[in-house]
């Protein structure tokens, strides 16, 4: 017999979600006016690469400008390549995961 949520509960859930929604648009809204150089969807791809945490977005986003005022593009390089590496582990762990479940049927 499966349990039941309380509906109170859900609300406080679906609540919670909203709020992290709105929070994650305002935080948006301020990378783009504080960053109006950059692409909506660079700034959005930062702040996810940064857990949603907008310091560590600006802080980010401010030495990639360094990099460009320094002429420097081997760290963006780098950081990039570190970024797809993570992805890449990640993605393999999955389908290891996905392979054995399928391969247990």
Same mark, same amino acid.
């Given at each position: 017999m499966q349990k039941k949520i309380p509906r109170i509960m859900s609300l406080q859930v679906?609540?919670?979600?909203?709020?992290?929604?709105?929070?994650?648009d305002l935080e948006l !809204?301020?990378?783009?006016?504080?960053?109006?150089?950059?692409?909506?969807q660079s700034l959005r791809d930062a702040y996810l690469a940064n857990s949603s945490d907008l310091d560590y977005s600006i802080d980010l986003l401010h030495?990639?400008?360094?990099?460009? +005022?320094? !002429?420097?593009?081997?760290?963006?390089?780098?950081? +990039? $390549? !570190?970024? $797809?590496?993570n992805l890449y582990q990640q993605l393999k762990l999955v389908l290891r995961q996905i392979w054995h479940k399928f391969k247990s049927e």
């Open positions: 679906k609540n919670v979600t909203e709020w992290k929604v709105r929070q994650a !809204g301020y990378l783009k006016s504080a960053f109006p150089d950059y692409a909506k030495h990639f400008d360094d990099d460009e +005022i320094n !002429g420097d593009k081997s760290s963006v390089r780098h950081w +990039i $390549l !570190g970024m $797809l590496q």
